[in-house]
């Protein structure tokens, strides 16, 4: 069964720090490109973050550069997300999320097809 | 950032009924449009993909269509188990891709 399994989320005081991971399982994790999405509390989807399938290629929302960092490890079929310097506006439940690309004509169309149950971080003094 | 609107924010609908949901970009995306499903608790779920392509295992009675600025998802008979909250999202720029607010579906 192709599976993500987010951890690591908790209460933190504003400034504080948390690294959150997801395990995925049931597919080839070294093969596809990966996504953090998040939502804050009654609130819409906000994507995070995106790692390519190497690690080689990063993509930041803007109001998470320069705090969160994103990185995987194949070997351990693992993905994380370093967030520093956290505010309470990241209050929010975190997906992991794979991304996927279908061939329609000759264009790439990119989507995120299998996301996990998510991680609640909860960042309050 | 491509920002996506969409409409309504909310609606009320019987089992039966045929559900549109409307969705604008502020430029152009092609069709480089998404929709996701989301339960109260639970993961989003992909239903369309390039705006129009049915994700595998996705009751035929979603559709999708649209391109350029302007998309739509169509549940052509409500069931008791689409009553959700939908999202639209871009994919034409992969450096940011942005989500719609979301449309819930509420029962009548």
């Known amino acids: 069964e192709v599976q993500l399994v987010e951890s690591g989320g908790g209460l933190v005081q504003p400034g504080g720090s948390l690294r959150l991971s997801c395990a995925a399982s049931?597919?080839?994790?070294?093969?596809?490109?990966m996504n953090w999405v998040r939502q804050a509390p009654g609130k819409g989807l906000e994507w995070v973050s995106y790692i390519s399938s190497s690690g080689s290629t990063i993509y930041y929302a803007d109001s998470v550069k320069g705090r969160f960092t994103i990185s995987r490890d194949n070997a351990k079929n693992s993905l994380y997300l370093q967030m520093n310097s956290l505010r309470a506006e990241d209050t929010a439940v975190y997906y992991c999320a794979r991304g996927t690309a279908a061939v329609l004509l000759y264009y790439y169309y990119y989507y995120m097809d299998v996301w996990g149950k998510g991680t609640t971080v909860t960042v309050s003094s | 950032d491509i920002q996506m609107t969409q409409s309504p924010s909310s609606l009320s609908a019987s089992v039966g009924d045929r559900v549109t949901i409307t969705c604008r970009a502020s430029q152009s995306i092609s069709s480089y449009l998404n929709w996701y499903q989301q339960k109260p608790g639970k993961a989003p779920k992909l239903l369309i993909y390039a705006a129009s392509s049915l994700q595998s295992g996705v009751p035929s009675r979603f559709s999708g269509s649209g391109s350029g600025t302007d998309f739509t998802l169509t549940i052509s008979s409500l069931q008791p188990e689409d009553f959700a909250t939908y999202y639209c999202q871009q994919s034409y720029s992969t450096l940011r891709p942005t989500f719609g607010g979301g449309t819930k579906v509420e029962i009548k």
């Open positions: 049931g597919f080839t994790f070294s093969s596809y490109e």
